[in-house]
């Protein structure tokens, strides 16, 4: 029979290529199949290709000998799904949801019935998004003018108002480059989720913050390499600690208060 990991490969292919899903979305899809099916993978999953032999294609697939295998992987999804009591609401509906949707691609184009029906879910209770007061963010806007100037402190103000003021997720922010900064125009191009392209307008105190930068100019804004996620968090993080905030400073916080006072 083919086997399932095989399956789960192509479909990871689709994710990434067909639907240009980002890598971050892709290795979740593989993680959430893999504990489904319990396939072992051994390494670092750091990418959406698993180990598997290239020699199947859809062409060689004997439907006949499929069922047999399917029903055993049925099986495997309904032993983990019996498992699942003690996980979140959340993460139950996302590994079902990840589940369900490769089992619509493997009945697609009438390539593979896979006999498992699944349970329904309730649709998740809508959060309301953690967002920063303008008090708050004058607040963080007042530290930064007074702080002294040291590169940590540069770091946290060309990455607040990035955030805050352009409205970019934390990984966009950290991999700005120079050669997408057109300050003449104060425009910023960013590759975002999906591989999605879009063009931001910099705020007045962004372009003054990226021309006092531009002498030491270097592929990214932040020096030579991009600036690692984690150490963007935690620069976020200390920002808010060192602003007396009430609560603690996440950077997706700041592209929620940035939408939030935009629509106000």
Request: charged share 25%; net charge positive.
């Given at each position: 029979?083919?086997?399932?990991?095989f399956?789960?490969?192509?479909?990871?292919?689709?994710l990434?290529?067909?639907?240009?899903?980002?890598q971050?979305?892709?290795?979740a899809y593989?993680?959430?199949?893999?504990?489904v099916?319990?396939?072992?993978n051994?390494?670092?999953?750091?990418?959406?290709k698993?180990d598997?032999s290239?020699?199947y294609?859809?062409?060689?697939?004997?439907?006949?000998i499929?069922?047999?295998?399917?029903e055993?992987?049925?099986?495997k999804a309904?032993?983990?799904?019996?498992s699942w009591?003690?996980?979140?609401?959340?993460?139950?509906?996302r590994k079902?949801s990840?589940?369900n949707?490769?089992?619509q691609?493997?009945?697609?184009?009438?390539?593979?019935?896979f006999?498992?029906?699944?349970p329904?879910?309730k649709?998740?209770?809508?959060?309301?998004?953690?967002?920063?007061?303008?008090?708050?963010?004058?607040?963080?806007i007042?530290?930064?003018?007074k702080?002294?100037?040291?590169?940590?402190?540069?770091q946290q103000?060309?990455?607040?108002?990035l955030?805050?003021g352009?409205g970019?997720?934390i990984?966009?922010?950290c991999g700005?480059r120079?050669d997408?900064?057109?300050?003449?125009q104060r425009?910023?191009?960013?590759?975002?989720k999906?591989?999605k392209?879009r063009?931001?307008?910099?705020?007045t105190k962004v372009?003054s913050?990226?021309?006092?930068?531009?002498?030491?100019?270097?592929?990214?804004?932040?020096?030579?390499?991009?600036l690692?996620?984690?150490?963007?968090?935690?620069?976020?993080r200390q920002?808010?600690?060192?602003?007396?905030?009430?609560?603690?400073?996440?950077?997706?916080?700041?592209r929620?208060?940035y939408?939030?006072?935009?629509?106000?």
């Open positions: 029979p083919i086997p399932l990991p399956l789960i490969c192509k479909y990871l292919e689709c990434d290529f067909v639907k240009n899903l980002s971050h979305s892709v290795r593989a993680s959430d199949l893999m504990q099916f319990q396939i072992k051994k390494g670092k999953l750091s990418g959406p698993l598997m290239p020699k294609s859809w062409k060689t697939l004997d439907n006949q499929v069922k047999e295998d399917m055993f992987w049925s099986q309904l032993e983990s799904m019996r009591s003690n996980l979140s609401p959340r993460s139950r509906r079902l990840s589940l949707q490769f089992i691609w493997l009945k697609s184009d009438e390539k593979i019935d006999p498992l029906i699944l329904q879910t649709p998740p209770a809508q959060n309301i998004p953690n967002f920063l007061s303008v008090d708050e963010c004058l607040s963080i007042s530290y930064l003018d702080a002294t100037r040291t590169p940590e402190v540069e103000e060309l990455l607040f108002y955030l805050y352009c970019l997720r990984s966009e922010a700005a120079w997408k900064v057109h300050l003449e425009t910023l191009r960013i590759v975002g999906g591989n392209e063009i931001v307008v910099l705020p372009v913050l990226l021309k006092g930068r531009s002498k030491e100019k270097s592929e990214f804004l932040f020096g030579e390499k991009p690692p996620t984690r150490t963007g968090y935690e620069r976020v920002l808010g600690k060192a602003s007396a905030l009430m609560k603690p400073l996440h950077p997706h916080a700041l929620h208060s939408a939030t006072q935009l629509l106000n």
